[in-house]
């Protein structure tokens, strides 16, 4: 069954970064895309980025480009969302999840089937 943990999450100052990793047990991420969502409170699920398998394409959303970036590790089994200027914005808890791998990528996460539990970032001062 496939597991996805989450970690890196805490509490930083505006303008700090982050690091979360994304790590899969019983199953290898070489055979599945990874997605990186989030869900502020009192908001809808929202897609962050996400990276493909199959060819390494990455797309990171609207919201948070050129302040995140996605990147994987296959010998660490372990996805990477790297988060630099960080907003109160940013506040929300974020999920990793994975499909089937593809040619790119989607941020959709009606695409997804399997979810880690999460892992809360806090950006406050």
């Known amino acids: 069954q496939v597991q996805l943990v989450e970690s890196g999450g805490g509490l930083v100052q505006p303008g700090g970064s982050l690091r979360l990793s994304c790590a899969a047990s019983?199953?290898?991420?070489?055979?599945?895309?990874i997605g990186w969502f989030r869900q502020a409170p009192g908001k809808e699920r929202e897609g962050v980025s996400c990276?493909?398998?199959?060819?390494?394409?990455?797309y990171v959303g609207d919201s948070v480009k050129g302040r995140f970036a996605i990147s994987r590790d296959n010998a660490e089994n372990t996805v990477f969302l790297q988060m630099n200027s960080l907003k109160s914005e940013d506040t929300a808890v974020y999920y990793c999840?994975?499909?089937?791998?593809?040619?790119?990528?989607?941020?959709?996460?009606?695409?997804?089937?399997?979810w880690g539990q999460g892992t809360q970032v806090n950006v406050s001062s």
């Open positions: 999840a994975a499909r089937p791998s593809s040619y790119g990528c989607s941020i959709r996460s009606t695409e997804y089937a399997y």
């Open positions: 019983r199953f290898t991420l070489d055979n599945y895309n």
């Open positions: 990276i493909s398998s199959r060819n390494g394409w990455t």
